[in-house]
């Protein structure tokens, strides 16, 4: 059974730091992209950061500069810190592991997401 664990949410306040972890099972890891994904009230679920089997990464414009994705391929974790947080960080937190098959399918999974909110 394939599960992602979020972890790491909560009320942050402006300016401060959020990290969050997600714990996987049941895939080999290794073999997976991971991201974190976010949806905010009233938004569509958008991209904040990804990275690939070889740790290349890639990151929202909005969070360039602030957030930092990295895998831990023995823990089989991926994690993101958001630095200077904003209240308009504020979202659901998602993480997402893609496996891309021989023949080019995709086979993604998510986790159930974690709150962040931002606010004084």
């Known amino acids: 059974q394939v599960q992602l664990v979020e972890s790491g949410g909560g009320l942050v306040q402006p300016g401060g730091s959020v990290n969050l972890s997600c714990t996987t099972s049941g895939i080999i890891f290794r073999l997976y992209t991971m991201g974190w994904y976010r949806r905010a009230p009233g938004k569509e679920r958008e991209l904040v950061a990804s990275?690939?089997?070889?740790?290349?990464?890639n990151y929202a414009d909005s969070v360039k500069g602030r957030a930092t994705i990295s895998r831990d391929n023995a823990k089989d974790t991926v994690a993101l810190q958001m630095n200077t947080v904003k209240p308009e960080d504020t979202a659901v937190y998602y993480c997402?592991?893609?496996?891309?098959?021989?023949?080019?399918?995709?086979?993604?999974?998510w986790g159930q997401g974690t709150q962040v909110t931002v606010s004084s």
């Open positions: 990275i690939t089997t070889g740790g290349s990464t």
């Open positions: 997402n592991g893609v496996f891309r098959a021989a023949n080019g399918r995709d086979y993604p999974y």
